[in-house]
């Protein structure tokens, strides 16, 4: 039987929706409407959409957003600054920096002056703690939607022996401190594979959900997956397709096609996880506003 599909797309409309209430409750009781700033230093094609698409999605939903772009050639200090500025900004409940960062400004440096409570992206040291020990003021927007599709579609992790493939700091580290926790949505079984696993193939074949957030188009096979496994696939990779106007088009880290047919359930490339990575920044801001007019 053909896999069922998860929509990211669908999942994520539905929680746009249910934040839209939230957002105009907090507005009625509160007299509160949360505020989302975003940092952009130079002019990044891929930055300059990702906040564009950012600063729309939160005007949807009735929050005030607001973008400040700085020069290529920012020094770090003026960066530093209007991150102060910023925190000390009631307007603003949530402040992102989008990254990358142009290379002469230390990003951790920069990432690490937010005040943890308005830090939406949920990479700051004092929330990536909070995160590990089960007490987070905000997840990380990708992981946190990752286990917003499980559990929506019916697929909890609870239980679960999950095997994510990628280890990096805003995808597979975060996803494994979700997912860990004895906490409804969680409670999984997670086993975490790099560069450095030994016969990949064999570790993720033990997967009940196997996640694969490598950055390196279908390199999750079909002979790497266990019959009836759910499979999300965090990947977005450009691969030259001559049928196309750009000359590309984005494929995820699994080979998608061949999985659908042994696969219980399968994310798609786009409509999968990208949608969700915008909603739940959507999401903290609306919480980070809760908790600063609580
Ligand atoms: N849809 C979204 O919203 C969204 C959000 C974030 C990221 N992404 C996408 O997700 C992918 C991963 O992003 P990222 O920032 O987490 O990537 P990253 O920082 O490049 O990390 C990739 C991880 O995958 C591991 N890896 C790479 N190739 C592997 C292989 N052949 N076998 C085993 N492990 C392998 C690496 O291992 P080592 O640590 O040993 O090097 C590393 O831990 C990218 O395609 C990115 O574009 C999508």
Redesign the pocket.
């Known amino acids: 039987m053909e896999a069922e599909i998860i929509s990211g797309t669908e999942i994520a409309a539905e929680i746009r929706g249910e934040l839209k209430e939230e957002v105009k409750e907090l507005k009625e009781r509160r007299g509160v409407t949360p505020g989302l700033v975003m940092v952009r230093v130079g002019e990044d094609p891929a930055s300059v959409s990702y906040v564009s698409g950012k600063s729309k999605a939160s005007e949807e939903l009735g929050i005030y957003s607001e973008t400040i772009v700085l020069p290529e050639d920012a020094g770090e200090e003026e960066v530093l600054a209007k991150v102060e500025e910023l925190n000390n900004d009631p307007r603003f409940h949530g402040i992102l920096v989008q990254l990358p960062l142009p290379k002469h400004i230390d990003s951790d440096k920069v990432l690490n002056a937010i005040d943890p409570r308005k830090d939406v992206d949920g990479f700051h040291p004092v929330n990536v703690g909070r995160l590990l020990i089960g007490e987070p003021f905000f997840m990380p927007c990708?992981p946190h939607g990752v286990q917003q599709l499980l559990v929506r579609s019916g697929n909890s992790p609870e239980g679960k022996r999950v095997v994510i493939?990628?280890?990096?700091n805003?995808?597979?580290k975060p996803l494994m401190a979700i997912l860990v926790q004895k906490k409804k949505g969680a409670n999984a079984t997670v086993t975490m594979?790099?560069?450095?696993?030994k016969d990949?193939a064999s570790v993720a074949r033990e997967a009940d959900i196997l996640v694969a957030?490598?950055?390196?188009a279908k390199?999750i096979t079909v002979d790497m997956i266990k019959e009836g496994a759910v499979v999300i696939d965090?990947?977005?990779?450009r691969i030259p397709d001559a049928t196309k106007k750009s000359g590309f088009r984005l494929v995820g880290?699994t080979d998608f096609e061949a999985i659908k047919a042994k696969a219980k359930a399968i994310t798609p490339v786009p409509g999968g996880?990208?949608p969700m990575?915008v909603t739940m920044l959507l999401v903290n801001t609306v919480r980070a506003a809760e908790m600063q007019s609580a």
């Open positions: 990708t493939c990628g280890r990096s805003i995808v597979g594979c790099h560069t450095g696993t990949l957030a490598m950055g390196s390199a965090v990947g977005v990779n880290d996880v990208g990575t």
